[in-house]
């Protein structure tokens, strides 16, 4: 059967379990998975694109299937190049559903052969955002339970660099 090659694009500053849980039921789908760390455009990020590559990197190790990727223009560029056949995205509320509704209609005008497929994250993690967990990691909670522990000791050395805490 022909390879179904789909991307995961998102700024993943970091990535959380929330991301991983999306990845994990999306190879149920498809036979590769690119993470695509891209730009939002949106954001100011704590880790810079190259870190967060090597970070997922990291995490994905055990996950033949999963491979990550940087690109700092249009996601349907990218989908054009390298020969996508699907955009995976995950909605975690109902407050996703009008942004996410309105870049993969977008996203469909300038490639109309790129299906974006939406998942529902996971019960246990659809409170968990990036900024949230950045925010906790900040004022000392315990971030553990909602990232891979690789994102807990990146983000331990960065603060140690920072001379903070
Ligand atoms: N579990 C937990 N958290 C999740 C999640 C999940 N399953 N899915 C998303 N999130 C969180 C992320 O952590 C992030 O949190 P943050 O806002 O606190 O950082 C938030 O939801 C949304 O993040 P993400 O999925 O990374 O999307 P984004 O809005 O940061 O990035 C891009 C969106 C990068 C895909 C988009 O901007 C893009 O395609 N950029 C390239 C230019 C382009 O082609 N634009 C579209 C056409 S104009």
Known sequence: MKKRIAIYPGSFDPITNGHLDILDRSLKLFSE????????????PLFTPEERVELIRD?????????VDQWSGLIMQYAKEHHVHAVVRGLRAASDFEYEFMMSTMNKELNPDV???FMMTAQNLYFVSSSMIKELFL????ISPFVPPQVVERLEAKRKKAGTR
């Not at 998975?33 to 100011?44: C, H, L, Q, T």
């Not at 995490?59 to 491979?67: F, G, K, N």
């Not at 004022?139 to 315990?142: I, N, P």
């Open 115 to 117: 299906e974006t497929v």
């Open 33 to 44: 998975i690119v993470v695509v760390v891209a730009g939002s455009g949106r954001k100011s």
């Open 59 to 67: 995490v994905v190790a055990d996950r033949p299937q999963i491979r």
């Open 139 to 142: 004022y000392g909670g315990d």
